[in-house]
């Protein structure tokens, strides 16, 4: 089922593609998911400001945070439908500030149902939890967040027109002193998508999102009218362009409405031999956020290179620049900030040691401004990870 993220949401969601007969990588991917397998996993982060505090005029607090953990996989295929599980457990071990230490928990099952010639519908569920950060916080608070989903997509895709259409319902929980945040969403989206090989499938789409802040009692709608186009334009470069309309309206006339154009656009080439590039875009509406607002119109840019030293050995490079205009009630919750800017540079290095296991190094810098100068951060953070496969 093709995703359409018009909305983006704290939750992530499950964007693949599932194939009818196993005929590409992402057929043969699934297969290999089928049977039980097993990672154990070691992150050691180092964070040379874990509060997320101004360094310009504090000196921030380094950590280093300690994470095991431990993810399963099961897959089970019935006749021509499967079930796929993931659980992944993991604990946060802060060195220093152990009272930053939180468990973490990750996990989502779906199941694929083929009916007719091409028609596919995949129900899922997934639940997360997990250290809110403090770029979203912006006080030496501590809060566990909470996250849940559950829906259906559907698609029949073959060659000429097909229908999609899909239904989720997102929460989003929080501690109690952050309970303004709590959220839940529900998401309807259904579209005809026309598939021709020598163009490529073009879907064009209407989508509906119902935001309810449930303890301010305020609520965010969102409809989108979007057109999708995806395409392999060579053997070795691939466009995908969704581009929409955004109406977006709320219970708060201090929150107001927003109309614009929405978009997110990739293209990506390998025309350098062993070198993936991918230049992306996004302007989009984010929901979920810790930051007292009614809703953020988020654009993105971002570009990145992934080159394969050898059939051992990756490395990547990206950098990325982020802006998010806020738009809030201070009468339900004060906040100076309207506007702020966002940077990330990094790098990351992953080698595979055998079958079973491999070395990750990742490496990132980051930096904050806002239009009032209120909660400006930056810092580097650098990641050495080692997992181990059954």
């Known amino acids: 089922m093709t ?24 057929e043969e991917k699934r297969l290999k998911e ?66 930053r230490s939180k468990l973490r928990l990750d996990s989502e099952a779906k199941a694929n149902i083929r009916f007719g010639a091409t028609c596919l519908v995949t129900p899922h569920a997934a639940y997360r939890q997990q250290r809110a950060d403090y770029g979203d916080i912006n006080s030496a608070t501590e809060n566990l967040q909470k996250f849940s989903t559950i829906g259906a997509d559907f698609t029949c895709e073959r060659p000429g027109f097909f229908p999609v259409a899909s ?9 109690s002193q952050f309970d303004y945040a709590d959220q839940t969403s529900n998401t309807f989206m259904g579209g005809i998508g026309y598939n021709k090989p020598s163009l490529g499938t073009l879907t064009a789409y209407y989508e509906r999102v119902n935001s309810k802040r449930d303890t301010l009692g305020i609520e965010n709608r969102i409809n989108s009218y979007g057109l999708r186009f995806q395409r392999n334009v060579s053997p070795i470069t691939q466009i995908d362009a969704d581009v929409r309309w955004l109406d977006v309206s709320s219970d708060s006339a201090a929150v107001g409405d927003y109309s614009g154009l929405g978009w997110k656009v990739s293209l990506s080439t ?25 809703f953020a119109i988020d654009t993105t840019y971002r570009v990145q290179g992934e080159f394969s ?38 790098g990351i290095l992953t080698r595979k040691l055998s079958d079973r296991f491999d070395l990750t190094l990742d490496a990132q810098y980051y930096i904050r401004r806002t239009d009032t100068s209120v909660s400006n951060y930056s810092g580097t953070q650098v990641t050495l990870g080692a997992a181990l496969h059954f």
């Open 167 to 175: 239904y989720a319902r997102d929460t989003t929980r929080n501690a």
């Open 309 to 346: 030293i050898s059939e051992l050995t990756s490395a990547g490079l990206y950098a990325e620049w982020d802006r998010r205009k806020f738009r809030q009630d201070a009468a339900l919750r004060p906040y100076s900030i309207t506007a702020d800017r966002n940077r990330r540079f990094g």
């Open 34 to 99: 089928y049977g039980l397998n097993l990672t154990a996993g070691l992150d050691l982060l180092y964070d040379d400001n874990v509060y997320r505090v101004d360094d310009r005029v504090e000196n921030p607090t380094d950590d280093l945070i300690v994470t095991p953990s431990l993810e399963a996989t099961y897959g089970m295929p019935i006749g021509r439908h499967d079930v796929l599980l993931r659980g992944k457990i993991g604990y946060d071990r802060f060195i220093s500030e152990g009272q």
């Open 3 to 26: 995703a359409f993220p018009s909305v983006l949401h704290a939750q992530e969601d499950d964007a693949s593609t599932v194939e009818k007969r196993p005929k590409d990588q992402t």
């Open 270 to 294: 390998t025309a350098i031999p062993r070198l993936k590039l991918t230049a992306t875009t996004e302007r989009a509406i984010i929901n979920d956020s810790l930051i007292a607002s009614g």
